[in-house]
């Protein structure tokens, strides 16, 4: 399980620190919750409201460790795996951007992410980014997409990501070859 905070100079992307929300999550797969429409395979919204409604998805302490959001002023991350040893199993999230991309305009996309400290959850991987979309996945909860699955991303890391305490900034560039809206 992999946690992911998004952080960019002018942001594109609604709720990028998870702050907002409609209400605390009551379980696992409640990105919606925090606007984020688009969840593959049921990732998971983490928030500092519901310690006591669902201790599963608190922070710091939820199932899958301890984890304090990445600045001490914020509420709420989301959380994926990304790895599976005993099934070929990823989650993804998405979200619609306050406004296409324009095409030949290059972007510069940031967001930081940190390995779950659980025994049980914590296997490090590398290849983790941003994919850009003009396709809105909605709630997919068993399998994948298609355009999801040709396994690439206009920005990642070829970094595996180890680190559990500390948020890793990830960042890069990309000029868009399309109007991407998600």
Not at 29 to 55: E, M, R, S, V, Y
Not at 83 to 107: H, K, N, R
Not at 133 to 141: D, L, P
């Given at each position: 399980?992999?946690?992911?905070?998004?952080?960019?100079?002018?942001?594109?992307?609604?709720?990028?620190?998870?702050?907002?929300?409609?209400?605390?999550?009551?379980?696992?797969?409640?990105?919606?919750?925090?606007g984020?429409?688009?969840?593959?395979?049921?990732?998971?919204?983490?928030?500092?409201?519901?310690?006591?409604?669902?201790?599963?998805?608190?922070?710091?302490?939820?199932?899958?460790?301890?984890?304090?959001?990445?600045?001490?002023?914020?509420?709420?991350?989301?959380?994926?795996?990304?790895?599976?040893?005993?099934?070929?199993?990823?989650?993804?999230?998405?979200?619609?951007?306050?406004?296409?991309?324009?095409?030949?305009?290059?972007?510069?996309?940031?967001?930081?992410?940190?390995?779950?400290?659980?025994?049980?959850?914590?296997?490090?991987?590398?290849?983790?980014?941003?994919?850009?979309?003009?396709?809105?996945?909605?709630?997919?909860?068993a399998?994948?997409?298609?355009?999801?699955?040709?396994?690439?991303?206009?920005?990642?890391?070829?970094d595996?990501?180890?680190?559990?305490?500390?948020?890793?900034?990830?960042?890069?560039?990309?000029?868009?070859?399309?109007?991407?809206?998600?």
């Amino acid at each position: 399980m992999l946690q992911l905070k998004i952080v960019n100079a002018q942001n594109l992307v609604p709720n990028p620190s998870f702050e907002e929300c409609s209400s605390c999550p009551a379980g696992y797969g409640q990105t919606h919750l925090a606007g984020w429409t688009i969840n593959i395979n049921t990732a998971d919204f983490f928030h500092k409201c519901a310690n006591g409604l669902a201790p599963e998805v608190g922070i710091p302490s939820n199932t899958f460790g301890i984890q304090n959001t990445y600045d001490v002023n914020c509420n709420g991350y989301a959380g994926f795996g990304s790895f599976f040893f005993t099934e070929d199993y990823s989650e993804y999230i998405g979200v619609q951007l306050l406004s296409p991309l324009t095409i030949g305009i290059e972007y510069f996309v940031s967001f930081r992410i940190v390995l779950a400290n659980s025994s049980s959850v914590n296997c490090g991987v590398n290849k983790i980014g941003i994919k850009f979309t003009n396709y809105n996945y909605g709630q997919v909860s068993a399998g994948y997409p298609a355009s999801v699955m040709n396994n690439s991303a206009h920005v990642y890391t070829e970094d595996v990501i180890t680190e559990q305490n500390d948020w890793v900034e990830i960042n890069g560039s990309f000029i868009a070859d399309s109007a991407y809206q998600f």
